[in-house]
């Protein structure tokens, strides 16, 4: 057979398929959700280099400040994150945060019951709470932001009344006492790693102290648990979303609910479990603060549902759903706590960080359109 023959003979190589567009590695990583939430760091952290890095901002103890406010941002802001891209809101995470704190308190110190049970009535009343949320917006068809709302209400009126009529005030004092040698408030308070740091100021590596009671113990003395919870969340999150099923489901869920049903998804089972998980991790804020603070108030957590939708919104998640990253979402609190402990820092009126919440909130918001935009081919 001739070569033109076999040339004939062989089969015709096949011609692109004219549906497939072809993106560039470059426009991938820029339709990335972390892609705004990673340069907003890198940005935020030069900026205090450059104004606050005289100040002790870098300090083992300035370093320590802002992890833990960043801290207290993402653990909220990953259940947060998950519920928005299931396509869904929860404004009722502050109101939550203040009544688990005051369930907390009232169980142990008023009602004498030992820490670790009231630890888990208050898991157990605040996730069934975060169910019936979702079950209202699946039964009745409201949307979530209305539900949500009233429940904010609901809650925080809620627990000015348990604490008024039950002690005749607000702040409940007495839980570090009701907390000391308890087993289950061990993993909410206190720190870890403490014999590392110990020995970091036995070489002079970290800072101690050289007068008063503590004279020779390292300024910062271990890792807080609420720093450990806020990793464990965020790292059973991004896990949970990239690595398993239910991850597809999530993003499934919120981006177009009735397509997720015809392909067998559990469109309301995956809500109502989102719910339930952000209920969940303001509980954790919650007995965290608690066992820190040794109190609960009745007003704590106020605006903390905007802080945490701000952080995800920073992180690149769409508010229409279905799009998002839970590291986007960590970067955001990261965000949140360098910009407020750095204004402290450099000196800046305090209040001066709720300015910059509404101008980055603005930013994200266009920036999300235009991620959204890109990626449906919207105009």
């Keep these: ?25 470059l426009r991938k990583a820029l339709v990335r959700p972390e892609l705004g939430s990673i340069c907003g760091v890198i940005l935020v952290f030069v900026f205090f280099f450059l104004i606050a890095r005289d100040s002790g901002m870098f300090s083992p103890e300035g370093i320590q400040n802002w992890s833990v406010v960043s801290a207290q941002f993402a653990i909220i802001a990953v259940g947060a994150c998950l519920l928005m891209i299931a396509g869904e809101f929860d404004l009722s995470v502050g109101s939550m945060i203040g009544f688990s704190g005051i369930v907390i308190a009232l169980i142990s110190v008023t009602l004498g019951y030992p820490m670790w049970i009231a630890i888990i009535a208050a898991f157990a009343i605040s996730i069934g709470i975060g169910w019936l949320n979702g079950f209202l917006v699946i039964r009745t068809g409201l949307p ?3 539900v949500t709302l009233a429940f904010l209400y609901i809650l925080r009126g809620l627990t000015i009344f348990l604490a008024i009529s039950t002690t005749n005030k607000t702040i409940i004092g007495g839980v570090r006492d009701a907390a000391e040698g308890d087993w289950l408030a061990a993993l909410f308070g206190g720190k870890i790693l403490t014999g590392f740091f110990n020995w970091l100021a036995s070489q002079g590596l970290i800072d101690t102290f050289v007068a008063g009671n503590r004279a020779g113990e390292p300024v910062v003395d271990g890792v807080p648990m609420l720093v450990v919870w806020a990793l464990g969340l965020i790292v059973f999150g991004h896990i949970l979303l990239t690595r398993t099923r239910f991850g597809n489901w999530i993003f499934a869920a919120g981006g177009d609910a009735q397509a997720a049903r015809y392909t067998g998804v559990p469109v309301n089972r995956v809500k109502i479990l989102m719910f339930m998980f952000t209920a969940f991790c303001a509980t954790v804020f919650a007995t965290c603060q608690v066992i820190e603070f040794g109190s609960a108030a009745a007003d704590r957590g106020v605006l903390k549902e905007f802080e945490a939708i701000i952080s995800v919104v920073i992180g690149g998640a769409l508010l229409t759903g279905g799009y998002g990253s839970v590291i986007g979402a960590a970067l955001g609190a990261l965000i949140f706590g360098v910009v407020q402990q750095g204004l402290f820092f450099a000196g800046v009126e305090s209040s001066l960080f ?12 266009i920036l999300n359109t235009y991620i959204r935009r890109s990626i449906t081919g919207e105009r």
């Design 354 to 365: 709720r300015v910059f919440l509404g101008v980055i909130l603005l930013l994200a918001v």
């Design 1 to 25: 057979m001739s070569e033109a023959d076999t040339k004939a003979a062989s089969p015709q190589e096949e011609a692109p398929d004219e549906r497939i567009r072809e993106v560039s590695s």
């Design 144 to 146: 979530s932001f209305i």
